[in-house]
């Protein structure tokens, strides 16, 4: 049987990107790892998803913890360098 891990392990997900995700779909864990891979280049989806991580990312600013938010950041950085954005 497959886990979350697996799964976020095929897709190269990490936890924070998992989060930030998961913080912007309307979905269940696996379903996040399956629409990521689904759309992993397509460009448009892909700046969707790029949304919600931003999202996620202002959320974390806004309650002032400086260190989470640069691993939000860093963890959007992950997404954008593995993710067709045009």
Do not use: W
Not at 47 to 68: A, I, N, S, W
């Amino acid at each position: 049987m497959l886990t979350l891990k697996d799964c976020t392990d095929f897709c190269d997900l990490s936890d924070d990107e998992l989060l930030g995700l998961l913080a912007g779909a309307d979905m269940s864990p696996i379903e996040v790892c399956a629409m990521v891979q689904q759309f992993a280049d397509t460009p448009s989806e892909c700046r969707k998803m790029l949304g919600f991580l931003q999202t996620y990312l202002e959320k974390v600013e806004g309650k002032g913890d400086t260190k989470r938010a640069h691993e939000v950041h860093e963890a959007i950085h992950h997404f954008v360098s593995n993710h067709s954005m045009i």
